[in-house]
């Protein structure tokens, strides 16, 4: 299984970035898809995840209104766009599945995540 992210860059502050992440070696519509991001001396946090169908999205509070998760089965493709980015944005963003139907909670957590790709670096500073 391999989970391939991509679309990390600098961006000002109030630009957009879109970051992709693609699966092989697995069903993809099998899993549930989230983003997590990981700041400089912090812990990893949840920002957003969606359910096998697309039909639940989920966000964290700080990303919600900006951030947007869709996925893309038939390409095994999740991605995340983010508007509005904030300095506070910056971190290592990681995209990861889990099997199934997990609840909401699990969703949020990522410790519950059977795979991950190698994260993609998303820098925002003017």
């Known amino acids: 299984v391999q989970l391939q992210a991509s679309g990390g860059g600098l961006v000002q502050p109030g630009g957009s970035l879109r970051l992709s992440c693609t699966a092989s070696?697995?069903?993809?519509?099998?899993?549930?898809v989230g983003w997590f991001r990981q700041a400089p001396g912090k812990e990893r946090e949840f920002v957003a995840a969606s359910r096998r169908n697309s039909g639940s999205t989920y966000y964290s509070s700080s990303v919600k209104g900006r951030f947007t998760i869709s996925r893309d089965n038939a390409r095994n493709t999740v991605t995340l766009q983010m508007n509005s980015l904030k300095p506070d944005d910056t971190a290592i963003y990681y995209c990861?599945?889990?099997?199934?139907?997990?609840?909401?909670?699990?969703?949020?957590?990522?410790?519950?995540?059977?795979?991950w790709g190698q994260g993609t670096l998303v820098t925002v500073s003017s």
């Open positions: 990861g599945v889990k099997a199934g139907f997990p609840i909401m909670s699990t969703m949020m957590n990522g410790d519950m995540y059977d795979y």
């Open positions: 070696a697995l069903t993809f519509s099998n899993y549930a």
